[in-house]
């Protein structure tokens, strides 16, 4: 949106990027093909914004299966897709994630299996653009490996080396810019070149 700079915070964190909104991918034809790698912001959205409707997840479909890499970064998109149907098939096939609980009661993550030297990072804080009541949990399935873990130990990214990542809170919450470029960069890394 034109009213806050989350695109940016992240998009500074990983050098040039570009922006593009949902609806211009899924309504104005807007190609992701032309890029390696697909940064999925969704933030707070959940039941009543739709994480990722049917329309945006065929497209992020279509870019995979063309190549493509994306990392998918939202506190509700496990909560939303992920109990039962189609949404959790999705991120199952996707990333190898299933949605495990909706609050990780923890603000804070570190690194975890192939990402293990990502050290311990906080989001939500003061310096966050906005706070993170709650982020989601996620367990490995097929393919899928934790990348980042909380506190508790629980799975705060779940991904598929190559291919995608789902992260359980909103990136653009990491509290420092320099700990969100080292996460972002790792999971980067961790989807490919």
């Excluded at 497209?59 to 970064?73: E, F, H, M, P, T």
């Excluded at 897709?81 to 949605?99: D, H, I, Q, V």
């Excluded at 949990?137 to 629980?154: E, R, S």
């Amino acid at each position: 949106g034109l009213a806050h700079d989350f695109a940016a915070r992240v998009g500074a964190a990983v050098g040039p990027a570009h922006a593009a909104a949902a609806r211009a991918v899924t309504e104005d034809g807007f190609a992701l093909a032309p890029y390696r790698a697909v940064i999925w912001l969704v933030g707070d959205e959940s039941v009543a914004d739709h994480t990722f409707t049917a329309a945006e997840r065929a497209a992020l479909d279509a870019y995979v299966a063309g190549g493509g890499r994306v990392i998918l970064s939202g506190s509700e998109i496990g909560f939303e897709l992920g109990p039962t149907g189609a949404g959790r098939a999705w991120l199952a096939s996707l990333a190898g994630a299933t949605y495990a609980t909706d609050d990780a009661g923890a603000s804070a993550v570190r690194g975890a299996g192939p990402l293990a030297a990502v050290p311990t990072v906080g989001f939500g804080g003061a310096a966050a653009p906005y706070p993170e009541e709650y982020p989601d949990t996620f367990t490995p399935t097929g393919a899928g490996v934790a990348v980042l873990t909380y506190a508790t130990g629980a799975a705060a990214a779940v991904g598929v080396r190559g291919r995608a990542v789902v992260v359980g809170f909103p990136l653009e919450v990491i509290d420092r810019p320099a700990d969100l470029a080292a996460v972002v960069a790792a999971l980067l890394a961790f989807v490919g070149p």
